[in-house]
């Protein structure tokens, strides 16, 4: 029974590892500062780069649930003020929305089912670190090589992947934006997809090293007669 617990804890880690390497770059103000002075898109989509931090913030407010829709973003467009986000735009934010809205409910379950699990391994009078450390090495080194297999295969042809991913996570067409008319695109374009891709990898691949070299750091002492006995 305490290696089942220990799986499913070291399970919930995993999605709370992959839920949060997700949503930390989503809502990291300096990452999209960055990305947008490296692509100029302050120049492409024509606007004052504050007028263009300022509607990313209400694009990021509304992802936190924070406004109620994106309909009454204006900005000054090429010397005009418009509305921003065109209907099409709005109706695949709300798709992106709920989307984001179950990876925060994912990580928010797999927290409390860990803690749940950890309380019952520590009323149960089990080595609760030693079952933990043993169960995410496991399953944290198998995520990466699956995810190495994955990596592989995205980097061939990053666009086919982008593009199978919406046809798997969104059931219309929304998402098929036209770059002459529709800001949002011009705003985030494939290379800024790439570029969060490659930091919610880094993060993954951190925070599974780093859980994987504590609990070996951990099992090894462990197994040395005179800690195990502690």
Not at 128 to 138: D, F, G, K, N, Q
Not at 198 to 226: D, Q
Request: glycine residues 4%.
């Amino acid at each position: 029974m305490r290696w089942v617990m220990g799986y499913c804890i070291a399970l919930c880690v995993l999605l709370i590892i992959i839920s949060q390497s997700i949503i930390f770059p989503t809502f990291f103000m300096p990452f999209f500062t960055w990305q947008y002075n490296r692509l100029g898109v302050a120049e492409t989509v024509q606007m004052e780069k504050d007028e263009l931090m300022r509607v990313t913030t209400e694009l990021l407010d509304y992802m936190r649930g924070r406004r109620d829709s994106l309909e009454d973003v204006y900005a000054i467009v090429a010397g005009e003020e418009r509305r921003f986000f065109s209907d099409i735009e709005i109706r695949h934010m709300i798709d992106v929305l709920d989307l984001y809205n179950i990876a925060f409910m994912i990580r928010n379950i797999a927290f409390f089912v860990m803690v749940g699990l950890m309380l019952c391994l520590v009323l149960l009078r089990h080595k609760v670190l030693y079952v933990i450390s043993r169960c995410c090495r496991e399953v944290l080194a198998g995520f990466l090589i699956l995810s190495a297999i994955l990596v592989g295969l995205i980097a061939i042809n990053f666009e086919r992947a982008f593009d199978i991913f919406h046809l798997v996570f969104f059931n219309n067409d929304y998402w098929i934006l036209d770059p002459r008319v529709d800001l949002l695109i011009n705003m985030v374009p494939i290379y800024f997809f790439i570029h969060i891709s490659i930091f919610i990898g880094l993060l993954l691949l951190l925070s599974s090293i780093a859980i994987i070299i504590v609990a070996t750091i951990y099992l090894r002492r462990m197994a040395n007669p005179m800690f195990s006995k502690l």
